[in-house]
């Protein structure tokens, strides 16, 4: 029997393709929760040559019989979510009835934006290289207990101006000194009213709603944002003082790219200051528990979803970074960001990396993505160690500094130089494709239950 409620995340730091694989998975689903995480999420499915970027509205609207609640977890723009759903409403994705706003969950404010975008500005190089959606200002607020609900959209038009203009006015007196934008109360009210009007009939309890559909049998997916890595507890996010770049790829301290053509292996100090390279929510499966308020005994499987490689938007340690795959994948007009386009950041698969995602998140199958990414490469490095101060690791270090100085102890596969595009079943992939597989898969603990070799629906097969 298939199992009733699954967890779907990412294993690395986002971007693994989780829409595309959750919209396969949804074909089976009678609900899909989002768990956590705000419209610095982009998840991209592609429905017959017709190209769909999500952001807050989980990626089973693209199926007609499936209902979506955006769970207590996320933050919400509202202005956001409101484009987003016209959005769909002009591709004639109906929304209403089958699409729902959790109650429980935060608001983004125009404030929240402008904290996130004007401390990344003071941040200089030191910047984390955020998305500038106001995702970590929103659920700063939500922990100091002053941030505003999606259920406070229902409140008379008076009192929810009455508490925007409180936030805005305590926003405005200290933006000043710190830097980052005042706000304009009116036109706040005026952007907050606008949209709370048109979500209000969207608007639900969101835990009495997925306890029905556990308790009623349903088919559940839970769907994680982000990734394993961007977790603010168990990403990339202790404080870095100085840290170095490894490969020949973009240095990871400074959050700046800079190519160091055929530079591999070169260590460049940046001392650029301390800052955490992660997102301010749980992107883990205990964060799919809390976002959504799903107990942990409730979930009976837990999908990682991987790239073939590694990518990364934004600062932080990479050990496989490489600047010469990512300008082959960037050549191939692959591996740029849906949400805010920029270029990611490229490298090889990392077995410890993953393997402790594996743990971190219990991991029970993988779907693996993007396996076409590799097809023409000769040699297909893994990297199966970290190399630090004369010791080989085979977990990441605690500190983002020790992280960012590690280096990739690899085991090196040779390519297939193939197309696997066309394949639709584990026997028509290449054999040295099969091996490659295999070998991530014993080498980070897990079986691999899905396999995608392109980025549409038909180009996805299960295995095993
Ligand atoms: P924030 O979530 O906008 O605060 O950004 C914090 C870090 O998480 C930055 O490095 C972002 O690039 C990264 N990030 C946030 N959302 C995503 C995502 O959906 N995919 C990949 N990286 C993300």
Sequence with gaps: MRPRVTIVLGLQWGDEGKGKILDVMASEADWV??????????????????????????????????????????VVDPAGLVREIEGLARRKIRTQGRL??????????????????????????????????????????????????????????????????ERVMAHNRVAGSQGW????????????????????????????????????????????????????????????????????????????????????????????????????????????????????????????????????????????????????????????????GRARRCGWFDAVLVRRAVQLNGVTEMAITNLDGLDGLEKIPVCVGYRFERKILQEPPVESSDWARCRPVYRVFEGWCEPTTEARHWKELPRRARIYLSAISQLVGATIGIISVGAGREQTFRHG
């Design 100 to 165: 729902f706003l959790a109650e429980q969950a935060h608001l983004v404010l125009p404030q929240h934006r402008a904290v996130d975008q004007g401390s990344e500005k003071k941040r200089g190089l030191a910047k984390i290289g955020t998305t500038g959606r106001g995702i970590g200002p929103a659920y700063s607020d939500k922990a100091t207990r002053v941030g505003l609900r999606a259920g406070e959209m229902a409140l008379p038009a008076a009192e929810l101006a009455r508490r925007l203009r």
């Design 181 to 340: 934008e005042k706000i304009s109360a009116t036109k706040t009210v005026r952007e907050i009213e606008k949209a709370a009007r048109f979500l209000r009939p969207y608007l639900a309890d969101g835990v009495t709603l997925a306890h029905r559909a556990v308790a009623g049998g349903k088919r559940i997916l839970i769907e994680g944002a982000q990734g394993t890595f961007l977790d603010v507890d168990h990403g990339t996010y202790p404080f870095v003082t100085s840290s170095h770049c490894t490969a020949g790829g973009a240095c990871t301290g400074t959050g700046v790219r800079i190519l160091i053509e055929g530079a591999q292996g070169t260590f460049l100090d940046v001392d650029h200051g301390t800052y955490p390279f992660v997102t301010s929510s749980h992107c883990t499966a205990g964060g799919a528990c809390t976002g959504t308020g799903v107990p942990p005994t409730a979930i009976q499987r837990v999908v990682g979803v991987l790239k073939a490689y590694t990518t990364r938007v934004g600062g932080g340690p990479f050990v496989t970074e490489d600047g010469t795959l990512g300008h082959l994948l960037h050549g191939m007009g692959r591996e740029f960001g849906s949400t805010t």
């Design 33 to 74: 929760l989002r768990a956590q995480g705000g419209n610095n999420a982009g998840h991209t499915v592609e429905i017959g040559g017709e190209k769909f970027v999500l952001h807050l509205v989980p990626s089973g609207i693209l199926r007609a019989k499936v209902s979506c609640l955006i769970a207590g977890g996320a």
